[in-house]
């Protein structure tokens, strides 16, 4: 078992080695404009949990998390080559909606500064 820090350490550099096959070795066209949000190690090494998004939302999420899952093999195997620990975890992949969360809300939020203030004159076009 690693400490919490270590297993931090090794989520942080899984992500950006991860990031660095897809984008130079990945040939598959369903991984296009993908983003690892996030990649949480447990303490045992098991497993990554790793969390994905892309541009266009929800909309890809099944298509690019079959993709992962199909290259799991191929990308662990990358990994391992690049990151030097005595067994690699295991990586799951999930959809990460936090891009699509702040995007509702912020779209929320601007509606509702985009709401017409009550007038407490109707009848009136004349300023006071």
Known sequence: MVSKSRATRIGERIQQELMDVILTRSQDPRLN???????????ELAYANVYVCV???????????????????????????????????RLRFHW????ERAEKIESLLASLREEPK???DQGSDEPA
């Not at 404009?33 to 303490?43: A, C, F, K, P, W």
């Not at 990460?96 to 891009?99: F, K, M, N, S, V």
Request: no cysteine; proline share 4%; hydrophobic share 40%.
């Open 118 to 120: 009550p007038a407490d």
């Open 55 to 89: 541009l266009e939302g929800q909309e890809r999420s099944k298509e690019v998390l079959a993709a992962l899952e199909h290259a799991q093999g191929y990308l662990r195997s990358e990994l391992a080559h690049r990151i030097e620990l005595r067994s690699f975890p």
């Open 96 to 99: 990460d909606a936090t891009l």
């Open 33 to 43: 404009g993908l983003s690892v949000t996030q990649v949480s190690v447990d303490r």
